[in-house]
């Protein structure tokens, strides 16, 4: 069975949220909530069908500024989490015919420019490494909640602030020497929700 390169990564993050028009917020630094973070990518396997998997171990932490252009992120994906459910693919793409997950354990995002596109979407802009190689990248990103979590009232662990987003984008795996081949390109999908420290 052939199995298709992809990859990918993941970038990813972040940001922004904005959003209560006229409401003023302080100055906070958030942390991705493990349980509910999703790092998905997905490929076309020589044109026949999309594949994807994930990088199911994600941190991340988002200084979140009053004025959110200003704000930053910062994240770090363990390379050798990823899952496709697929045992025989997982192996492959973690050898050195793809990510070398033993030489290069971390995929990393540092967000370098956000740029608010609408009420709460931002093109958060960052230096994304794989496999050693880094290159700047923009994730479409979507904040998709501020505030008091609505379960909180039920469970003590949600109580508190906490933001979330999704953020897409796509890139080569030829850019960062991840397989011998092109793929084409690889979707990014990211959904995290995160907490105030």
């Known amino acids: 069975m052939h199995i ?3 990859f990918l990564l993941s970038a990813w993050a972040i940001a922004a949220l904005a959003v209560v028009p006229g409401v003023a917020f302080a ?19 020589a044109g026949v069908s999309t594949q994807h998997a994930e990088f199911t171990v994600a941190t991340g932490t988002l200084n979140l500024a009053d004025d959110i252009e200003k704000s930053s992120i910062s994240v770090v994906i363990d390379a050798n989490s990823l899952s496709s459910g697929f045992e025989a693919l997982d192996v492959d793409l973690k050898s050195e015919n793809f990510l070398e997950v033993e030489t290069y354990p971390e995929i990393t995002f540092q967000s370098t420019a956000i740029k608010q596109t609408g009420e709460q979407s931002f093109d958060v802009t960052g230096d994304l490494t794989i496999h050693g190689v880094t290159k700047p990248v923009t994730l479409k990103t979507e904040m998709t909640h501020r505030g008091e979590h609505p379960v909180a009232k039920f469970f003590d662990y949600y109580k508190g602030d906490w933001v979330a987003f999704k953020a897409t984008t ?15 390109p690889i979707v990014i999908e990211i959904n995290t929700e995160l907490q105030a420290k």
């Open 4 to 6: 298709k390169k992809l």
């Open 27 to 45: 100055d906070q630094t958030y942390k991705t909530d493990q349980g509910h973070t999703e790092v998905l990518f997905g490929w076309s396997h």
């Open 170 to 184: 796509e890139i080569d795996n030829m850019d960062f020497s991840v397989g011998s081949f092109p793929t084409g």
